[in-house]
């Protein structure tokens, strides 16, 4: 992704997010990237990370960090 299509929302940013997204999202998630077009990459407790794409609301598996 390109470093003009990554944004670095605040604390209240990520707390709506995550209340918006929350029907779509596991239980502990941690966001650590985010598009300019509402994309999120986020990871879970299990090391899993994932994509929100806000385009079709959907989250796809991406890989293991």
Do not use: H, Y
Request: glycine share 8%; aromatic share 16%.
């Amino acid at each position: 992704m390109p470093a003009e299509m990554i944004i670095f929302p605040d604390a209240k940013a990520i707390a709506t997010l995550s209340k918006v997204w929350r029907w779509l999202f596991p239980k502990n998630f941690q966001p650590f990237l985010f598009g300019a077009l509402g994309d999120m990459f986020f990871e879970v407790l299990s090391g899993e990370v994932f994509c929100l794409n806000a385009g079709v609301d959907a989250i796809e598996r991406g890989a293991n960090r």
